[in-house]
T-cell receptor, first 114, second 112 residues
Framework: DGGITQSPKYLFRKEGQNVTLSCEQNLNHDAMYWYRQDPGQGLRLIYY???????QKGDIAEGYSVSREKKESFPLTVTSAQKNPTAFYLC?????????????FGEGSRLTVL | SQKIEQNSEALNIQEGKTATLTCNYT??????LQWYRQDPGRGPVFLLLIRENEKEKRKERLKVTFDTTLKQSLFHITASQPADSATYLC???????????FGTGTRLTVIP
């Protein structure tokens, strides 16, 4: 079945460590997005990419990095520079043409810093 | 900068009643507006879209209105059921917009 797969679903990290969250889609979508969700704050955009080897910062990119080496994959690295990384991270994708422009989301990755 | 507000962080209603959720936006002129449903610990799921030239859109028990003068969208669930309990997010969109913003969401609880 087509969809977006995020892994791991739960991740624990010690302070000072970098972690990478995986996001893979087999929907053949051009655009991919990473959002962070905190209680009471809704979804905030971290990074997005419309094409392979290109990506743009969102509102809260500091302390994060991404890559888009393949159309299907858009991993997010949470670096030690991110001061408050504990959150629920959501990856999404959408085609750039056709449809209602809706985002298709993965099931999320919950990161906890110990 | 754009601001998207969904009033009522939480809304409780009795089963069978109509739930009405509000989305207000400022400093923005969206070409269309999307609504999503999010269950706890899950990713949001797209429900429906309304364009700026549409006053109202319906899908089964869902109805959405879009008033570009008031800069507001209303989301209605008629004959609500406990299974409708979830957080609902609005997302106004500009034409060709790639930087996509969401409201903070309203957590709806339908009481049996």
């Amino acid at each position: 079945d087509g969809g977006i797969t995020q892994s791991p679903k739960y991740l624990f990290r010690k302070e000072g460590q970098n972690v990478t969250l995986s996001c893979e889609q087999n929907l053949n979508h051009d655009a991919m997005y990473w959002y962070r969700q905190d209680p009471g704050q809704g979804l905030r955009l971290i990074y997005y990419s419309q094409i392979v080897n290109d990506f743009q910062k969102g509102d809260i990119a500091e302390g994060y990095s991404v890559s888009r080496e393949k159309k299907e994959s858009f991993p997010l690295t949470v670096t030690s520079a991110q001061k408050n990384p504990t959150a629920f991270y959501l990856c999404a994708s959408r085609p750039l043409a056709g449809g209602d422009g809706e985002l298709f989301f993965g099931e999320g990755s919950r990161l906890t810093v110990l | 900068s754009q601001k998207i507000e969904q009033n009522s962080e939480a809304l409780n209603i009795q089963e069978g009643k109509t739930a009405t959720l509000t989305c207000n936006y400022t400093n923005y002129s969206p070409a269309y507006l999307q609504w999503y449903r999010q269950d706890p610990g899950r990713g949001p799921v797209f429900l429906l879209l309304i364009r700026e030239n549409e006053k109202e859109k319906r899908k089964e028990r869902l109805k959405v209105t879009f008033d570009t003068t008031l800069k507001q969208s209303l989301f209605h669930i008629t004959a609500s059921q406990p299974a409708d309990s979830a957080t609902y997010l609005c997302a106004p969109r500009g034409t060709g917009a790639n930087n996509l913003f969401f409201g903070t969401g309203t957590r709806l609880t339908v009481i049996p």
